[in-house]
């Protein structure tokens, strides 16, 4: 809703697509119970002033015999699409049929999800596309775990836990702060976070460019530093945006 809102401010037509896209899911993966509230998403939509709600089911988006994709080389399988082969494949697929289905003048995402902001510019700028990306700030709970979708699986106690991503992040930005630039050190910080967490198990915390998500070891150009991490069963992704460094 927070995406709503930025686009109602600075739209005159609001149009939000609702569809859980099945190419973005892996075997295993968990498609079949992610979370799905059509008619509670529609009423806050509605309340909110969306003009246009775009739901169209699987069969629409990918007709059968379907067998092209758009895919974004090289950034796709960095960060989550390491994790998750095929992932990122599945993302621009859908996004640019979406795109050009709607045509939006704008479109808004969030930042939580860093690596699919980057891949997303990079295809639209490869591809010509007439849209503007417009990325908007995490929102977070008031202990700072990032929204998510998925947070609905966490017990009680994972709950508790799942703070760790945000902690290291928190940790991260002070040392920043304090000057430092080196990515090695910064890095290791953030790890240590999590060892002192040990039911929580990194998937990666990574330190690189925003918009190549290539590794960089000097922090005073600007740069991502991403994290995913399973918390139980549940795989929970964040982020933080260091600013380049003011001369």
């Given at each position: 809703?927070?995406?709503?809102?930025?686009?109602?401010?600075?739209?005159d037509?609001?149009?939000?697509?609702?569809?859980?896209?099945?190419?973005?899911?892996?075997?295993?993966?968990?498609?079949?119970?992610?979370p799905?509230?059509?008619?509670?998403d529609c009423?806050m939509?509605?309340?909110?002033?969306?003009?246009?709600?775009?739901?169209?089911?699987?069969?629409?988006?990918y007709?059968v015999?379907?067998?092209?994709?758009?895919t974004?080389?090289?950034?796709?399988s960095?960060?989550?699409?390491?994790?998750?082969?095929?992932?990122?494949?599945?993302?621009?697929?859908?996004?640019?049929?979406l795109?050009?289905?709607?045509?939006?003048?704008?479109?808004?995402?969030?930042?939580?999800?860093?690596?699919?902001?980057?891949?997303?510019?990079?295809?639209v700028?490869?591809?010509?596309?007439a849209?503007e990306?417009?990325?908007?700030?995490?929102?977070?709970?008031?202990?700072?775990?990032?929204?998510?979708?998925?947070?609905?699986?966490?017990s009680?106690?994972?709950?508790k836990?799942?703070?760790?991503?945000?902690?290291?992040?928190?940790?991260?930005?002070?040392l920043?702060?304090?000057?430092?630039?080196?990515?090695?050190?910064?890095?290791?910080?953030?790890?240590?976070?999590?060892a002192?967490?040990?039911?929580?198990?990194?998937?990666y915390?990574?330190?690189?460019?925003?918009?190549?998500?290539?590794?960089?070891?000097?922090?005073?150009?600007?740069?991502?530093?991403?994290?995913?991490?399973?918390v139980g069963?549940t795989?929970?992704?964040d982020?933080?945006?260091?600013?380049?460094?003011?001369?």
């Amino acid at each position: 809703m927070s995406l709503v809102r930025a686009a109602r401010a600075a739209s005159d037509v609001v149009a939000a697509s609702i569809f859980v896209n099945p190419t973005q899911f892996g075997l295993n993966e968990d498609l079949a119970k992610y979370p799905r509230s059509f008619d509670r998403d529609c009423e806050m939509l509605e309340r909110d002033g969306v003009e246009f709600v775009f739901a169209p089911s699987v069969e629409e988006m990918y007709p059968v015999g379907a067998v092209t994709w758009v895919t974004v080389d090289e950034l796709s399988s960095k960060l989550d699409g390491r994790s998750r082969p095929g992932h990122f494949r599945g993302v621009t697929t859908v996004v640019s049929k979406l795109f050009h289905i709607v045509e939006p003048d704008q479109a808004f995402f969030g930042q939580k999800d860093a690596a699919q902001v980057a891949i997303i510019r990079r295809m639209v700028r490869d591809l010509n596309l007439a849209v503007e990306i417009v990325v908007c700030p995490i929102v977070r709970e008031a202990d700072g775990l990032a929204m998510s979708s998925r947070n609905a699986y966490l017990s009680p106690e994972e709950r508790k836990r799942a703070p760790v991503l945000n902690r290291s992040l928190v940790q991260v930005q002070q040392l920043v702060d304090a000057g430092e630039r080196d990515a090695a050190k910064i890095a290791a910080a953030g790890h240590e976070v999590f060892a002192r967490e040990g039911s929580v198990r990194l998937d990666y915390f990574e330190i690189v460019d925003p918009a190549t998500l290539d590794a960089v070891r000097d922090l005073s150009g600007g740069a991502l530093v991403a994290v995913a991490a399973y918390v139980g069963a549940t795989r929970l992704i964040d982020n933080l945006v260091i600013a380049k460094q003011q001369k």
